[in-house]
């Protein structure tokens, strides 16, 4: 149990009122992917403040929400629940707890910004499968078949932006002194 | 040296910010122990004399408050107040005074909060004016060169 | 004037001051200071040993000021001041220095709160030098009593004042009296019939010859002091001659004009533009609605003028109405609550859907003389009529609008008990009807409340806990067609859960009364934050407010249910009554004066007091200031460029000494 | 000549082509200027904000820098986009010390960070008047009897959004501009499911069914979306939808400038690139 769980959401943006919680449900009563979560959206708020920290952080709860953002325009308490819900997956990538494939996509998404400055689509959907599920990825053939012949999907090699050498500074600036 | 503690006299309402002042107590709302709070029956009842009084007796900031506009226990006393004020205001600037270290606001008997966040806002505003010292520089101008 | 011989008395209030502010300290520090010939510290100066150390030390040491360093003024000033006039020491030449509210609660540095303690009492002592001698005056009590609102509070504190002798005018703007508790079908925890227990109450008040009902009117002014008030009401026009009308009814059949939504009745039903609010409607005196009624708007009608044996429709009354001025010594503001309307909370549909109802439109369906004569039913193709289908299915949903930072901070209280009685009546009004709570806390905290929530668990109403979020009318699933569908998460299983229904009631919170603002500057009381009346003291004063003579009962300071309203109508009474008793107000000696031998005759004074108190000696070319009509506000003399107006007990010299006790050594 | 600084977003060049297509048709139709932002840069939308808190913003405001450049507001097509910008842009504000960090990052790439512009979905800047005159003035081909289901998905609505966040009416306002008449559509603000369609299909797939669902029951004779997310999962995977559903829904999804095109009988709009091709209804208009 590591009682200061709370108070390290409590300070990221956006945190501050998780402490502002009644337990009302309305969250997970208004969140579309609640019924496939291991705990749903209040229940993790809960672990949060009775400091089950590994448990909130290895729950497939956060990478199974679609940030639609339903659950924080209701809360009657005014809490930014979509954010704690990014906060819990960056601690849970940081100490390598994030178990579902759900976080290979956002690493992928990430590397393809930080080489080419933007996202292709086909790099995205290759790295992706080839990570977690080859197999899957010939299952799109048919979809990309179409795609490709109606002018959707070029053939070319992904762009760079001109400048990438900004988004490199941009990063070691940041990465620097460490802040998540 | 260390940071300049303001002296700041504050002249309540006794119906509503002074209610607020005390509600800001009930409710253990910190704010900095610059502020010391004289009660009169009506913000109407703050003589400009008494704003130049305490400047020329060493204070480095005066702070009112009243109700909020249709609050007023005696219907419109605060308005009244609000009618002098511009004027007090003008007076200062003439003497030299920074008119930032002279603060009118309206503060609910509810508002213990905002209380608290008024006085420390006014004491941040003049402990960055640095100290007023009138009483030694009658003559020389304030705003010119602030400390 | 002898010199001064101040005493200080500085108070630890158990660890309130004590335990930042270094008390022996401050005491040590006055004993330093000019004129103070004797400091003690107490633990609680308030108490009786405090008070008695108080008036032994007047005596042993002949002191003729007094300064007690310990709470608010606005808390114990009057328990000071007389304990000084007990010692023989007129209880003006007193001053309080605030250390608790205002130094030791606010401050974290102990250094720092003491360090600023020294200079309050030092302000203070400063000031108390200059006070003098001051005598309240006394002011005889008008006899006479406003009710503002003729809820169940209200009425209650009519009767209490009325059952004393004394005069009553009870001022309800609705055609009748009953307020809110009038629209409820029955009680909990009881299931008393709320008319049942009302109505008798209402025809007491109404014909207890001490209370003049002023119905369909409302207090539009308020001026002079504690004991001397006098209220302007404001008569709206109702068309009808009350004295002549029998309230036979005749003029309430043939109104032709039959298609006005009924508020009242949460326009589920229509009314005539002549009409009564309800069958039990007390005064039952109809009214005429200017806005529907075609003989006052085109000139063409008078049917209900032909159809008045008594010769009571008058339309030719002023569309203004008339107004009546009346004195009175006290004033109890009993002007209730409104329920929240959720039509901005989308997600749960009302407005949208047509079988999500408020918690006030349920209780009129439940009602035998409501829309439905009392059957639960659904609305049929978005109309409500006896004839509809009765659900298999009925979701209550508690909390909207209230304890939701978007809408309402606050609980309501009541919500959660009127919810379990609104479930015991669908089951009794639809047997085997499906019934469904979603509660976030069970709120059952009155007297037999817990009993009756188990008395509901027994009759197998399903309790989810769990706030719902959204009320959908299309169906994912087949066994949704053609029903309402609850999303939810039920908490206590960790689940989300889709419940179809057929009809959802929602627990709609309680707010501050339509104009409470309004009347509230009319009557220069202060609101707190949620918007309800603010009372002197939450604990020790919940019935009265700042203002002396004013009072407040009832949801109208904030929600609560029926037992509490009525308790707080009689405690508003009694208060009322007991200064009524006494015959005499002491008024405060804080008036403004004039020194004549420095007044100018400039009347820069005179515009500005809201009280007309001063006026101009024309041949002395002197300010005169009525002692009766002034208030103490001191605008005035805050105005005088010659410091010729001074208020008692906040004189120029007092402020001046206690703006250089702050800034001494500054 | 209302101008903006247009920032396209990485599906407006692959898979969102024909939104970028249709809007810059409808775009000229209006006399719009959409200046495309120069070399501009992945918002980052909601997967970097999972893995790098302040990272993720000082690169979605690199392009708010860019777009200072230009001293014009930014119009972003996605709803993704959109908040990934708009979030920056508010966070930005409201909190110092990521501010300082960002700032500094930016300095570092020789870039510069005011907070001088605001971000615009594209929705917001056609139902606005006076543009909205101009789009019923620009009707050549009134879609009269098309019924259609306005959806706008969530992150156009929520967290900020310049409708209703649960009951928007913009794509209902630019429908009955265009003569057509738009359904009552409950799923309107409801999630499609957005990128979780590659992490957890089967909820997606649910999340989109039900959107599909909805809008076979109020009789719409097509969808009209606001971001190349939900058009994918919605027009793309509809066979999957009804492969893992049982279903068959076959409903097209246009880009609402697609149907503004319609509209306005302007050319190049790509309808031909969606997937499920045209119901009866909507090719009693093409």
């Not at chain 2, 007023?72 to 005074?97: S, W």
């Not at chain 3, 919170?509 to 934050?529: D, F, V």
């Not at chain 3, 403004?592 to 820069?604: K, P």
Request: aromatic share 8%; glycine share 8%; proline share 5%.
């Amino acid at each position: 149990m590591k009682p200061d769980f709370l108070e390290e959401i409590y300070e990221i943006p956006g945190g501050e009122n998780i402490k502002d919680c009644i337990q009302c449900g309305t969250c997970s009563g208004s969140c579309p992917a609640a019924p496939n979560m291991e705990h749903t959206p209040r229940q993790i708020i809960a672990m949060i403040r009775a400091g089950m920290r590994d448990e909130a952080l290895a729950s497939n709860t956060m990478w199974m929400c679609a940030s639609c953002y339903m659950c924080q325009s209701r809360c009657p308490s005014q809490i930014k629940i979509t954010d704690i819900m990014y906060a819990l997956k960056r601690v849970a990538l940081a100490e390598g707890k994030a178990q579902p494939k759900a976080s290979y996509m956002a690493q992928v998404f990430v590397d393809n910004i930080n080489t080419y400055g933007r996202n292709d689509e086909r790099m995205l959907i290759f790295n992706y499968y080839l990570k977690t599920n080859p197999g899957k990825f010939l299952s799109y053939a048919p979809i990309g078949m179409s795609m490709i012949s109606k002018g959707l999907l070029s053939m070319g090699a992904p762009e760079r932006i001109k400048n990438i050498d900004q988004i490199r500074k941009i990063v070691a600036y940041v990465e620097k002194d460490g802040t998540a | 040296m260390a940071s300049f503690e303001p002296r700041i006299v504050a002249f309540l309402c006794n119906w509503c910010s002074y209610t607020g002042a005390d509600l800001a107590g009930t409710s253990r709302k910190k704010y900095n122990a610059n502020v010391v709070a004289i009660r009169v029956m009506c913000s109407g009842r703050v003589d400009p004399e008494f704003v130049f009084r305490a400047f020329e007796k060493g204070a480095d900031g005066v702070l009112i408050c009243g109700c909020h506009p249709g609050d007023c226990h005696y219907i419109d006393g605060n308005h009244k107040t609000a009618g002098r004020y511009p004027m007090v205001r003008n007076m200062l600037e003439q003497f030299g005074i920074d008119p930032k270290r002279f603060r009118l606001e309206w503060v609910s008997a509810s508002e213990g909060d905002r209380y608290a966040q008024v006085v420390n806002e006014t004491i941040e505003t003049v402990r960055a004016l640095g100290p007023l010292e009138w009483p030694k520089r009658l003559n020389e101008s304030d705003t010119a060169s602030p400390a | 004037m002898s010199k001064p011989r101040v005493g200080v008395f500085v108070c630890h209030c158990g660890s309130n001051i004590g335990s930042i502010v270094d008390v022996p300290a401050v005491a040590a520090f006055a004993t330093g200071l000019d004129n103070v010939v004797y400091a003690q510290e107490h633990k609680y100066m308030c108490s009786d040993p405090g008070q008695e150390m108080i008036r032994d030390a007047i005596k042993e040491h002949q002191l003729n000021r007094v300064v007690v360093a310990s709470c608010s003024p606005l808390m114990h000033e009057p328990t000071f001041r007389k304990t000084c006039d007990e010692a023989g020491l007129n209880g003006y030449l007193f001053q309080m220095a605030n250390l608790r509210e205002q130094v030791s609660w606010v401050t974290e540095d102990k250094a720092a709160a003491t360090e600023k303690a020294k200079v309050v009492v030092r302000a203070a002592v400063q000031r108390v030098a200059d006070h003098t001698e001051l005598h309240t005056t006394t002011k005889p009590c008008t006899p006479a009593t406003l009710v503002i609102g003729g809820g169940v509070a209200g009425i209650e504190a009519a009767l209490q004042l009325a059952s004393s002798d004394t005069k009553v005018h009870l001022v309800e703007r609705e055609p009748s009296i009953g307020g809110a508790m009038a629209k409820f079908d029955k009680t909990f925890p009881t299931l008393d019939c709320a008319a049942c227990i009302l109505t008798p109450k209402m025809v007491q008040a109404y014909t207890h010859p001490n209370i003049t009902v002023h119905a369909y009117s409302e207090v539009v002014d308020l001026s002079g002091y504690v004991g001397n008030f006098q209220a302007k009401i404001h008569h709206k026009a109702s068309y009808v001659n009350n004295e002549k009308c029998t309230g036979c009814g005749a003029c309430l059949q043939k109104c032709p004009v039959k298609r006005v939504p009924h508020e009242w009745e949460q326009n589920l039903m229509n009314r005539r533009a002549i009409y009564t609010p309800f069958a039990q409607a007390v005064p039952n005196k109809p009214v005429i609605d200017a806005q529907h009624c075609t003989m006052l708007l085109k000139g063409k009608c008078g049917i209900c003028a032909k159809v008045c044996e008594a010769g009571a429709i008058e339309y030719d009354q002023a569309p203004e109405g008339t107004y009546e001025t009346i004195d009175i010594g006290n004033v109890i503001v009993a002007t209730g609550m409104k329920t929240f309307d959720p039509t901005p909370m989308k997600a749960l549909g009302y407005g949208r859907i047509p079988d999500v109802y408020t918690a006030l439109e349920f209780e009129r369906m439940c009602h035998a003389s409501g829309p439905t004569e009392g059957h639960v039913v659904k609305k049929t193709n978005g109309v409500l009529t006896h004839g509809g289908a009765a659900p298999k299915a009925v979701a209550l949903v508690h909390c909207v609008g209230s304890r939701d930072k978007n809408y309402n901070e606050h609980c309501s209280r009541v919500c959660c008990m009127y919810s379990l009685k609104y479930a015991h009546l669908i089951k009794e009004h639809v047997p085997g009807c499906e019934v469904y709570d979603f509660y976030i806390d069970m709120r059952c905290a009155g007297k037999g409340y817990e009993e009756f929530y188990n008395r509901l668990l027994r009759e197998d109403v399903r309790f989810i806990r769990g706030k719902v979020a959204e009320v959908n009318n299309w169906a994912i699933y087949p066994e949704e067609e053609g029903r309402l569908v609850v999303r939810v998460e039920d908490t206590l299983v960790g689940t989300t859960r889709r419940i179809p229904v057929d009809m959802v009631v929602l627990a709609t919170g309680l707010e501050p009364a339509e104009g409470a603002k309004a009347l509230a500057q009319t009557l220069h009381m202060s609101c707190s934050n949620d918007g309800f009346y603010l009372e002197r003291h939450p604990k020790l004063a919940p019935v009265s407010t700042a203002t002396e003579g004013i009072f407040v009962a009832g949801c109208c300071q904030s929600p609560k249910d029926i037992p509490d309203s009525v308790a707080q109508g009689a405690a508003a009474a009694a208060q009322a009554i007991a200064m009524i008793k006494r015959g005499t107000v002491e008024i405060e000696p804080t008036t403004a004066h004039v020194l004549e031998e420095l007044c100018s005759g400039c009347q820069i004074c005179i515009p500005l007091c809201p009280y007309d108190a001063i006026s101009r000696d024309e041949e002395r070319r002197l300010a005169v200031i009525e002692p009766a009509k002034c208030k103490g506000c001191g605008t005035c003399v805050g105005a005088c460029p010659s410091s010729a107006l001074q208020q008692w007990g906040f004189d120029d010299k007092q402020i001046y000494a206690e703006i250089d006790g702050i800034l001494a050594n500054a | 000549m209302t101008s903006y600084a247009y920032y396209p977003g990485c599906s407006a060049k692959a898979t969102g082509a024909s939104y970028e297509e249709s809007l810059m048709a409808v775009a000229r139709v209006l006399g719009i200027e959409l200046e495309e932002i120069d070399d501009w840069n992945c918002c980052g939308a909601t997967a970097y904000f999972s893995v790098r808190e302040k990272l993720a913003m000082a690169i979605s405001a690199r392009n708010l820098a860019l777009a200072e450049t230009q001293g014009k507001d930014i119009v972003a097509p996605c709803s993704a986009c959109y908040l990934g910008l708009a979030k920056a842009n508010k966070y930005l504000k409201e909190f110092p010390e990521t501010r300082e960090i960002v700032c500094g990052a930016l300095k570092a790439a020789g870039l510069e960070y005011n907070g001088t512009v605001e971000v615009k979905h594209a929705v917001e800047i056609f139902v606005q008047e006076p543009m909205l005159s101009q789009v019923k003035a620009a009707v050549k081909h009134p879609l009269t009897g098309l019924r259609v289901a306005g959806y706008v998905g969530c992150q156009m609505v929520r967290p900020y959004g310049f409708d209703d966040a649960e009951y928007p009416v913009a794509l209902d306002t630019i429908t009955t501009a265009l003569g057509a008449t738009p359904v009552p559509y409950p799923m309107a603000a409801r999630c499609c499911g957005g990128s979780q369609i590659m992490t957890n299909e089967e909820v997606a797939l649910r999340m989109s069914k039900n959107v599909l669902l909805a809008a076979e029951k109020a009789g719409a004779d097509c969808i009209i979306t606001t971001c190349p997310l939900c058009h994918m999962n919605l027009d793309m995977f509809q066979a999957k939808v009804n492969a893992h559903f049982g279903t068959n829904f076959s409903i097209p999804v246009l880009y609402f400038t697609q149907l503004m095109g319609m509209a306005f009988e302007a050319s190049g709009l790509g309808i031909e690139k969606n997937l499920v091709g045209p119901s009866a209804g909507l090719a009693a208009h093409m």
